[in-house]
């Protein structure tokens, strides 16, 4: 297998309340909200994009929210832990910022090079901010939310947990092209391209973990970068060849993309750079209104019937003069 993904492209994860959800990584976390749209296969329930101000690859995390959804549970199979990249020093504003907003958080610990601070969203979704000795050259979104000497720079990693780690690696090196880097204790590190921030996972061996069961709270797939769909149909060919058994590539507007589950449990995507959000509205009127693809536009009024309101904060789209 010659493909080679360069990092991490978005994860998806489920969550309850679309309101609370959005409030959470809108107000409290700082991120932008790059994309109001559906769930395509489930045109009555929002999907949600946050990121940095244009959502670039590496920097999304997305939800399916809906009111009423019955909890997850965290677990193997599952990707356990997403974690965002901070600028070093910072995870002490962070943890002051996330107290006064609610949330509670772990002490700040170290591993390696790392400093790392975890807490869960409303749903119960395990996060972390991890800051990093060689720090992280992404430009962040700056808002009066969260300044941009502290703000999130995108995703670091992502932890998944599986029960072994020798199949789910092999799908790593060899479907993903990603390379072992370090184990310490039950940890082993995999990493993209040239590493860093936002092109690493970790592989958690937790054999006498209860099964994770996708619902809100818990990751629903991780998604990997592929430059263009020119890459993306070879890949796609070449994982037929290995046996490995891969959707057909779909059209997900902003990118295209296939999706494979690894031995280990974990649904994993490969998604395409392009075309991104600007596709269908202007950089700073990104995720205010609701954006349909042309094959669900027709059944508009009827989806917005459905879809609760949301009230976003201002700072999500500023005016500039
Ligand atoms: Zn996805």
């Given at each position: 297998m010659s493909f080679k993904t360069s990092g991490l492209h978005h994860v998806t994860a489920i969550g309850g309340d679309p309101q609370r959800n959005a409030d959470f990584y809108l107000r409290t976390l700082g991120l932008r909200l790059v994309k109001t749209t559906v769930n395509f296969d489930d045109p009555g329930t929002y999907h949600l994009y946050y990121g940095d101000e244009s959502g670039?690859?590496?920097?999304?995390?997305?939800?399916?929210?809906?009111?009423?959804?019955?909890?997850?549970?965290?677990?193997?199979?599952?990707?356990?832990?997403?974690s965002f990249s901070v600028p070093e020093h910072s995870l002490g504003w962070w943890k002051q910022h996330l107290e006064v907003s609610g949330v509670t958080t772990s002490e700040v610990t170290s591993r390696d090079e790392e400093e790392?601070?975890?807490?869960?969203?409303?749903?119960?979704?395990?996060?972390?901010?991890?800051?990093?000795?060689?720090?992280?050259?992404?430009?962040?979104?700056?808002?009066?939310?969260v300044p941009g000497e502290h703000a999130i720079r995108g995703l670091h990693s992502v932890t998944m947990s599986v029960s072994r780690e020798d199949a789910?690696?092999?799908?790593?090196?060899?479907?993903?092209?990603?390379?072992?880097?370090?184990?310490?204790?039950?940890?082993?590190?995999?990493?993209?391209?040239?590493?860093?921030?936002?092109?690493?996972?970790?592989?958690?061996?937790?054999?006498d973990a209860p099964k994770g069961l996708v619902a809100a709270g818990t990751v629903h797939h991780v998604a990997w970068r592929a430059p263009d769909e020119e890459t993306q149909v070879g890949w796609r060919e070449a994982l037929?060849?290995?046996?490995?058994?891969?959707?057909?590539?779909?059209?997900?507007?902003?990118?295209?993309?296939?999706?494979?589950?690894?031995?280990?449990?974990?649904?994993?995507?490969?998604?395409?750079?392009?075309?991104?959000?600007?596709?269908?509205?202007?950089?700073?009127?990104?995720?205010?209104?609701?954006?349909?693809?042309p094959w669900l536009e027709p059944n508009r009024e009827q989806i917005e019937a459905t879809l609760p309101k949301l009230d976003l904060p201002s700072e999500n789209n500023p005016v500039r003069v």
């Amino acid at each position: 297998m010659s493909f080679k993904t360069s990092g991490l492209h978005h994860v998806t994860a489920i969550g309850g309340d679309p309101q609370r959800n959005a409030d959470f990584y809108l107000r409290t976390l700082g991120l932008r909200l790059v994309k109001t749209t559906v769930n395509f296969d489930d045109p009555g329930t929002y999907h949600l994009y946050y990121g940095d101000e244009s959502g670039k690859p590496g920097t999304l995390l997305t939800f399916f929210p809906w009111r009423d959804a019955p909890s997850g549970r965290i677990g193997t199979g599952q990707a356990t832990t997403t974690s965002f990249s901070v600028p070093e020093h910072s995870l002490g504003w962070w943890k002051q910022h996330l107290e006064v907003s609610g949330v509670t958080t772990s002490e700040v610990t170290s591993r390696d090079e790392e400093e790392v601070l975890t807490f869960r969203d409303p749903d119960g979704l395990q996060l972390a901010l991890v800051a990093h000795q060689q720090g992280d050259p992404r430009d962040p979104w700056d808002t009066a939310l969260v300044p941009g000497e502290h703000a999130i720079r995108g995703l670091h990693s992502v932890t998944m947990s599986v029960s072994r780690e020798d199949a789910t690696a092999g799908t790593l090196t060899e479907d993903l092209g990603l390379t072992f880097s370090e184990q310490d204790s039950n940890r082993f590190r995999f990493t993209a391209g040239d590493g860093g921030p936002g092109a690493m996972v970790d592989v958690l061996v937790t054999p006498d973990a209860p099964k994770g069961l996708v619902a809100a709270g818990t990751v629903h797939h991780v998604a990997w970068r592929a430059p263009d769909e020119e890459t993306q149909v070879g890949w796609r060919e070449a994982l037929v060849d290995c046996g490995v058994g891969v959707t057909s590539i779909l059209d997900r507007q902003y990118f295209r993309s296939i999706y494979f589950r690894e031995p280990g449990g974990t649904l994993l995507e490969i998604a395409t750079d392009q075309p991104g959000f600007s596709i269908d509205e202007p950089l700073l009127e990104l995720g205010r209104a609701l954006k349909l693809p042309p094959w669900l536009e027709p059944n508009r009024e009827q989806i917005e019937a459905t879809l609760p309101k949301l009230d976003l904060p201002s700072e999500n789209n500023p005016v500039r003069v």
